[in-house]
């Protein structure tokens, strides 16, 4: 993929990442798309954290399930939505930011399975607060 296919595709996810009204609301933003993977960075503001001072769970997981679908998406080449993810929260996420990068494992014809690690960006570097796995699945048509 070239620079400027790379450059039209991300500016093209993030816009329709911007189009989701919690996407503001948290300042996620999509900082890079490779042929089969992307990464999502979200700053760590107070407003975001839990009772105990950490960034909380469910931005963590917004995180991982929209790289995870970002990732599949540039994999099937169309709409999709989340079929199912997982996550398992290894560390708490204090920081400045987090970022989620994923990666497409395999793409099939109507589905493709994805990964993703989300990491604490801090003064000391990069430190691994969870990962997730999930299924994206071709949005199919409505019915009529």
């Not at 960075?41 to 469910?58: A, N, S, Y």
């Not at 003064?123 to 607060?129: D, P, S, T, Y």
Request: with cysteine; hydrophobic share 40%; glycine share 6%.
């Amino acid at each position: 993929m070239s620079v400027v296919e790379q450059n039209e595709m991300l500016q093209n996810f993030q816009k329709r990442l911007q189009a989701q009204p919690f996407t503001e609301l948290i300042q996620a933003t999509l900082t890079q798309v490779g042929d089969d993977s992307c990464e999502l960075t979200i700053p760590i503001r107070d407003e975001l954290k839990q009772q105990h001072g950490f960034l909380h769970g469910g931005v963590v997981s917004y995180a991982a399930d929209n790289a995870l679908t970002i990732a599949g998406a540039i994999s099937l080449g169309k709409a999709v939505v989340t079929s199912e993810f997982k996550i398992n929260y290894v560390r708490p996420a204090i920081g400045h930011a987090i970022v989620a990068r994923a990666q497409c494992i395999h793409a099939g014809k109507t589905q493709a399975v994805c990964r993703c690690e989300i990491y604490a960006i801090t003064e000391a570097g990069e430190k691994l607060c969870a990962v997730a796995q999930g299924t994206i699945a071709l949005l199919s048509s409505p019915a009529k």
